[in-house]
């Protein structure tokens, strides 16, 4: 029975084979509650670090990975994830944004001074940070 698990990379439930940006594609549409209600946060966790290992500069995954433990319940988690994220895509918007979300104001604050210096150009960055002076 040599013949298939040469290739397999999973549990063996035979459900192994998961299109990573298949998958970041429908998490984004999925409201952060719904995915507690799936229950399967492990597997999400594995598949995830998994995304981030392989493609570190891409910003959804991190983005993702972060959301699932917000999820979870582990928000020092989501935010520590968060964080990598801003180092490892330091000029992608949504990842400075979400960073910025799971922080208290004033770390957010912190947060998005430095994404503006990093990214002067960018409205969004811009208009989160002014908002967040008001």
């Excluded at 999973?10 to 429908?26: I, R």
């Excluded at 995830?48 to 570190?56: A, D, E, F, G, R």
């Excluded at 972060?66 to 330091?90: D, N, T, W």
């Excluded at 944004?97 to 969004?124: D, G």
Aim: aromatic share 2%; hydrophobic share 35%; with cysteine.
């Amino acid at each position: 029975s040599n013949s298939s698990n040469g290739n397999r990379n999973g549990n063996g439930n035979g459900n192994d084979q998961v299109d990573p940006q298949g998958y970041l594609t429908s998490l984004s549409s999925i409201p952060i509650a719904t995915m507690t209600e799936v229950g399967d946060i492990h597997k999400a966790r594995l598949l995830l670090k998994s995304v981030i290992q392989t493609n570190p500069q891409h910003g959804a995954g991190w983005i993702a990975a972060s959301r699932v433990e917000e999820a979870a319940g582990k928000v020092q988690q989501a935010r520590k994830l968060i964080q990598e994220g801003c180092a490892a895509c330091p000029d992608n918007e949504d990842v400075w944004l979400e960073a910025a979300r799971l922080h208290p104001l004033e770390v957010s604050k912190t947060i998005l001074a430095t994404a503006v210096r990093r990214m002067p150009q960018s409205v969004q960055i811009f208009l989160k940070a002014a908002d967040l002076e008001q």
